[in-house]
């Protein structure tokens, strides 16, 4: 009767999330940090956004289309392609990474260990969840992210930022496993809201294909060879 107990016990156990704080040592938050220090060095050739906003009670719709330019300082910069309706009055892409990237560098890089929960199923996959937050500067942000228990492979991530104006960003992104083995954002939902000096709300669906990598030229900043 014992044994039966200790075997329903250590079932029990197996399915109830276990919650702890990565460590420095921690292997997989380490491999983690390698995949997003990677996915630095790529960049996606083609993202088309689809952006709604609402002001003075007003709903407007905008379609933009991106390319990649090329990379200068070791950023990716890219050019608009197209706009639709061309009437709109907004044609400037929202352009996530610029916001996020920076408080995303620090929080991978800071010293303080994210919050840990194994066992967390991400629809029918089972994922660890990583989080982490900054209430300290201008940009505050708070960022989960689901990864794979084995490869540590970013499957999903969360990110919530407020900043001036008090800008309100709430984002989802999903990745995909792209050139060899590297994690990257194939979608991304992002909710949004302004309120300085007039409120506006909105969203923006992104879609991000194509990726490339970077030559070790081309991310110095020096122009890429012939």
């Given at each position: 009767?014992?044994?039966?107990?200790?075997?329903?016990?250590?079932?029990?156990?197996?399915?109830?999330?276990?919650?702890?704080?990565?460590?420095?040592?921690?292997?997989?938050?380490?491999?983690?940090?390698?995949?997003?220090?990677?996915?630095?060095?790529?960049?996606?050739?083609?993202?088309?956004?689809?952006?709604?906003?609402?002001?003075?009670?007003?709903?407007?719709?905008?379609?933009?289309?991106?390319?990649?330019?090329?990379?200068?300082?070791?950023?990716?910069?890219?050019?608009?392609?197209?706009?639709?309706?061309?009437?709109?009055?907004?044609?400037?892409?929202?352009?996530?990474?610029?916001?996020?990237?920076?408080?995303?560098?620090?929080?991978?890089?800071?010293?303080?260990?994210?919050?840990?929960?194994?066992?967390?199923?991400?629809?029918?996959?089972?994922?660890?969840?990583?989080?982490?937050?900054?209430?300290?500067?201008?940009?505050?942000?708070?960022?989960?992210?689901?990864?794979?228990?084995?490869?540590?492979?970013?499957?999903?991530?969360?990110?919530?930022?407020?900043?001036?104006?008090?800008?309100?960003?709430?984002?989802?992104?999903?990745?995909?496993?792209?050139?060899q083995g590297v994690s990257l954002p194939s979608k991304r939902?992002?909710?949004?809201?302004?309120?300085?000096?007039?409120?506006?709300?909105?969203?923006?669906?992104?879609?991000?294909?194509?990726?490339?990598?970077?030559?070790?030229?081309?991310?110095?900043?020096?122009?890429?060879?012939?």
């Amino acid at each position: 009767m014992k044994s039966v107990r200790r075997l329903l016990l250590a079932a029990m156990l197996s399915i109830i999330p276990a919650v702890s704080m990565a460590t420095e040592h921690d292997a997989l938050w380490s491999k983690v940090t390698e995949q997003f220090n990677t996915s630095e060095s790529y960049a996606a050739k083609d993202i088309r956004e689809t952006i709604h906003f609402e002001m003075n009670e007003e709903t407007r719709h905008t379609v933009i289309q991106l390319a990649l330019g090329g990379w200068k300082n070791g950023q990716a910069y890219y050019q608009t392609i197209s706009v639709e309706p061309a009437s709109a009055t907004n044609k400037k892409p929202f352009r996530l990474d610029e916001k996020s990237k920076p408080a995303l560098r620090k929080f991978f890089a800071s010293e303080q260990a994210p919050k840990r929960t194994d066992n967390v199923m991400l629809g029918e996959k089972n994922t660890i969840l990583f989080e982490g937050s900054n209430a300290e500067g201008k940009d505050k942000f708070q960022c989960q992210i689901w990864v794979d228990p084995d490869t540590g492979a970013i499957l999903q991530n969360k990110f919530y930022m407020t900043g001036p104006a008090k800008l309100v960003i709430s984002a989802l992104t999903s990745y995909a496993v792209g050139q060899q083995g590297v994690s990257l954002p194939s979608k991304r939902h992002i909710d949004l809201e302004f309120n300085e000096p007039f409120r506006v709300k909105g969203t923006v669906d992104e879609e991000l294909l194509h990726w490339e990598a970077a030559s070790d030229v081309t991310r110095t900043g020096k122009p890429a060879s012939p």
